[in-house]
């Protein structure tokens, strides 16, 4: 068990680019989770997938944003024309539960810089 | 809307002494309450987590205790080491989604 990785670690855009993360689960975890963390606050959710279905998006992931997980494994997240304000930590976490409330257990996280 | 708040937002302890930093939720469906450390860098690694029906949880120097009553959960750091240096959240969940504090920034001091 490797733990939840994700790809890039750091990454650097100008204003008005497309980027796109991905988010390696820790295996058989059939939850994906992702959630953007600006400096000095907390983790905030953005979205939720049970397996491959997109359950909750929040009021945060504006329409720039769309995440997949196809078949159910890896997710990708994507925020087309990128502005300042995007610029944060997102953070992957993977769970395995039927229950309501399963234990998360995070990535290291992506840092996105938006020039 | 749901929240919870967290304090303080930073401490500073002695190495061997012990931490407090205690949250408040506003939910009262929140079942779930985990505790995450996060170093520089990196991202939340989960330390300790307790659910409503239990009262209090320890695992060797870490402790957290629940006061569903009062919506309070508090976690204790014993005999506490510089590798305790880090940023700690705390976090209530009633679902899939986790309401996070706004973290505590702990200085252990050699």
């Known amino acids: 068990d490797t733990g939840v990785s994700q790809n890039p670690r750091h990454k650097i855009t100008k204003r008005g680019q497309n980027v796109t993360f991905r988010c390696d689960p820790i295996?058989?975890?059939?939850?994906l989770y992702w959630y953007r963390q600006t400096l000095g606050q907390g983790p905030e959710f953005l979205t939720y997938?049970?397996?491959?279905?997109?359950?909750?998006k929040s009021r945060l992931l504006s329409d720039r944003f769309s995440a997949e997980r196809p078949k159910g494994s890896f997710s990708t997240l994507e925020i087309q024309r990128t502005e300042q304000g995007d610029s944060a930590m997102y953070l992957c976490?993977?769970?395995?539960?039927?229950?309501?409330?399963?234990?998360?257990?995070f990535g290291p996280g992506t840092r996105l810089t938006v020039l | 809307g749901e929240n919870v708040e967290q304090h303080p937002s930073t401490l500073s302890v002695q190495e061997g002494d012990s931490a407090v930093i205690k949250c408040t939720y506003s939910?009262?469906?929140?079942?779930?309450f985990p505790w995450y450390k996060q170093e520089l860098g990196k991202g939340p690694q989960l330390i300790i987590d307790?659910?409503?029906?239990?009262g209090e949880k320890k695992d060797q120097r870490i402790a957290v205790t629940l006061n569903k009553t009062a919506k309070h959960f508090s976690l204790h750091i014993t005999e506490t080491q510089p590798e305790d240096s880090a940023v700690y959240f705390c976090?209530?969940?009633?679902?899939?989604?986790?309401?996070f504090g706004t973290g505590t920034r702990l200085k252990v001091l050699a």
């Open positions: 307790i659910r409503s029906n239990v």
């Open positions: 976490a993977s769970s395995w539960g039927l229950a309501d409330t399963d234990t998360q257990y």
């Open positions: 295996s058989e975890h059939n939850r």
């Open positions: 997938f049970q397996n491959e279905a997109q359950l909750e």
């Open positions: 976090a209530a969940s009633s679902g899939y989604k986790y309401i």
């Open positions: 939910d009262s469906a929140s079942n779930y």
